[in-house]
């Protein structure tokens, strides 16, 4: 069982997301925002992966930024990006190395495969 955080800006994707992680039998820790992901990832909490929307609304870090700074606190965290927007070569630049991608929208399959393979390694 693994320990996922998911940032999500959209309430219902990120309850849905949470509810599937959960039925695979992983608990989940939940933010709206980079502020409530760092709060979180600051805390004594074990963490093993971030599942992160790369586009936060009203985000001063948005997703790879927050990324970044979750690896710089917790090296051994294992990331998933997620976003139905374009995904550019300069944004995919800023991907934190060694990280996972999975385009919105996504099936319960899909998502768990992504899962399953990141938290292979």
């Given amino acids: ?25 992983h608990e989940t820790l939940s933010a709206g ?37 979750a690896v710089a606190l917790r090296p051994q965290l294992r990331v998933l990006y997620t976003t139905g927007n374009s995904l550019t070569d300069k944004m995919k630049a800023l991907f934190v190395v060694g990280t996972h991608f999975l385009r919105k929208p996504y099936t319960e399959q899909q998502l768990q495969d992504s899962f399953v393979e990141m938290l292979a390694v």
């Fill in 33 to 69: 925002d980079e502020n409530e992901a760092l709060a979180i990832l600051r805390s004594p909490q074990h963490i093993d992966a971030l599942f992160t929307d790369i586009y936060l609304k009203a985000s001063v870090l948005g997703g790879c930024d927050l990324a970044r700074q």
């Fill in 1 to 25: 069982m693994a320990v996922i955080l998911v940032v999500e800006d959209d309430a219902l994707i990120r309850m849905v997301a949470e509810m599937m992680i959960q039925d695979w039998g």
